[in-house]
């Protein structure tokens, strides 16, 4: 009876963020699908500009349960601007919640409508949203030998010259483009990926990592070589808080229903900042530049999961901030989303209107994203 009451209370927990974040996907697409109508014969710019408000309240609303729900502290190292600036966002990549923690920076610089990801292909097709992320700026790429280097490089340039937020923002505002350069999850028990990717070290001559994966740089490379006002790259690492076994070894990091169901106290978030200038441009030197900064991923992973002396692990060296999410940042979004997706559910004719839009919105999602 007492594991039958846990068990509920821990699934609970999700039930209420999980249900918004997919109860308001029509919402928001609806809302998004007139302003693109009304803003058809308007300059490119006006779209762009209420695009990135819209994502920035439901990103927002997304925040909320992840910070103000779950009460997870953010703790961050390094030199994080309070600034917008025009950025490549580089992280290692270990959790489901990884979009989550680009989000939670930017929010702090006042930049979360303006993140834009590069994406694994298979999320093109999910419900709703999988289309929408390619409209938002965002790129979908196959990985490994099915990368495709030249698909990738046009879609940047078409962005830019149909003054999409990529084009527009490097601009007038400013843009998080974000990259996780492993490729796939960082996970101790997948055994069999950890040794490819430390093969693939010593076959190019590089040094061995243990707790990222070997990153890749072509997505990297095609990114500032052809986003032209860069200001810099963030090279963040990030660490989960409770993730090591009772015999010291590291567990996998904790999913998004892990952080809502409060099964991480801390997340450890290191920036370091890179001005553009001080990163190679020819593909070979940026190889071993990649690479050394997750040498450096790692080092710092090393000290917050292996440190001998207990008083330096489960942290980051150096100087650091308890970043706490203000609610004024996060529940007028929520509040909005709900009023709003109550009064189309309140009536029939909203109710049918929601269910249509899930399914000819989902529809047509597959139907656009097969053929780009």
């Known amino acids: 009876m007492l594991l039958s009451l846990v068990l509920h209370s821990y699934a609970m927990r999700y039930v209420l963020p999980a249900a918004m974040m997919m109860g308001t996907a029509p919402t928001y697409l609806l809302a998004w699908g007139a302003w693109r109508l009304l803003s058809a014969l308007l300059p490119a710019r006006f779209y762009h500009q209420v695009d990135d408000r819209l994502y920035s309240i439901y990103q927002s609303m997304v925040l909320f349960f992840f910070e103000n729900y779950s009460g997870v502290q953010v703790i961050i190292y390094g030199d994080l601007p309070k600034t917008k600036e025009n950025v490549i966002y580089i992280s290692n990549h ?34 709703l949203y999988g289309w929408y992320f390619y409209e938002h700026g965002g790129i979908f790429v196959k990985r490994s030998t099915k990368f495709d280097e030249k698909k990738m490089r046009n879609n940047l340039q078409a962005q830019a010259k149909a003054k999409t937020p990529v084009r527009l ?13 492993e490729g796939t999850r ?33 997505a990297t490379h095609i990114a500032v070589d052809e986003l032209k006002d860069l200001d810099a790259v963030y090279d963040v690492t990030v660490a989960f808080e409770g993730t090591m076994d009772l015999n010291g070894q590291r567990k996998e990091a904790p999913s998004m229903t892990d952080l ?10 290191y ?36 440190a001998k002396d207990p008083t330096r692990g489960n942290k980051f060296p150096g100087k650091c901030v308890h970043s706490r999410m203000s609610l004024k940042k996060t529940l007028p979004s929520f509040l909005f989303l709900t009023v709003l997706t109550a009064s189309i559910l309140i009536t029939e004719c909203g109710r049918k209107l929601y269910i249509k839009t899930w399914l000819y919105g989902t529809l047509f999602g597959w139907l656009w994203v097969s053929v780009i």
């Open 169 to 181: 923002y490097f601009c007038k505002l400013c843009i998080y483009l974000v990259i996780f350069p």
């Open 94 to 127: 270990q959790s489901t919640a990884d979009w989550i923690i680009a989000a939670m920076l930017a929010i702090r610089q006042n930049a979360v409508g303006h993140v834009r990801y590069v994406l694994k292909d298979g999320l093109k097709w999910f419900p």
């Open 260 to 269: 809502l169901c409060k099964e991480c106290p801390r997340i450890h978030i």
């Open 186 to 218: 960082y996970n101790p028990a997948r055994t069999k990926v950890l040794a490819g990717s430390q093969e693939y070290a010593i076959k190019e001559e590089l040094a061995v990592l243990t707790h990222v994966i070997t990153p890749r740089v072509k």
């Open 271 to 306: 920036v370091d900042r890179i001005d553009v200038k001080d990163i190679p441009k020819e593909r070979k030197h940026m190889k071993r530049w990649l690479h050394e900064r997750f040498v450096a991923k790692d080092k710092l992973l090393i000290e917050f999961y292996d």
